[in-house]
Nanobody
């Protein structure tokens, strides 16, 4: 059974930091590119960051570049999103996505809420 379980969300003040985790099971983690997306109330889901299967090359949206860092631990079947210098506009539900590099398979987690507010 495929599972992606996000954790680490919460309430943080502007300028603060959070680290999100996404633990996966049920598929060959090392064969999947991993992405983070987010969806703010009343807005479309948007891409945040991605990381390659091997080598760990990353790509970020302009809105988070320089503040967020995505990483993966293939031994633990987990990806992380370190979020620094958080802004109120980062408030959203953050979703983990796994996309196969060899098929059309794509899986989503249930999301974790991040709220940036004073």
């Amino acid at each position: 059974q495929v599972q992606l379980v996000e954790s680490g969300g919460g309430l943080v003040q502007p300028g603060g930091s959070l680290r999100l985790s996404c633990a996966v099971s049920g598929f060959t983690f090392s064969s999947y590119a991993m992405r983070w997306y987010r969806q703010a109330p009343g807005k479309e889901r948007e891409f945040v960051a991605r990381i390659a299967t091997i080598g760990g090359s990353t790509y970020y949206s302009d809105s988070v570049k320089g503040r967020f860092i995505m990483s993966r631990d293939n031994a633990k079947n987990t990806v992380y999103l370190q979020m620094n210098s958080l802004k109120p506009e980062d408030t959203a539900v953050y979703y983990c996505n796994a996309a196969s590099t060899t098929s059309a398979s794509s899986y989503w987690g249930q999301g974790t809420q991040v709220t940036v507010s004073s």
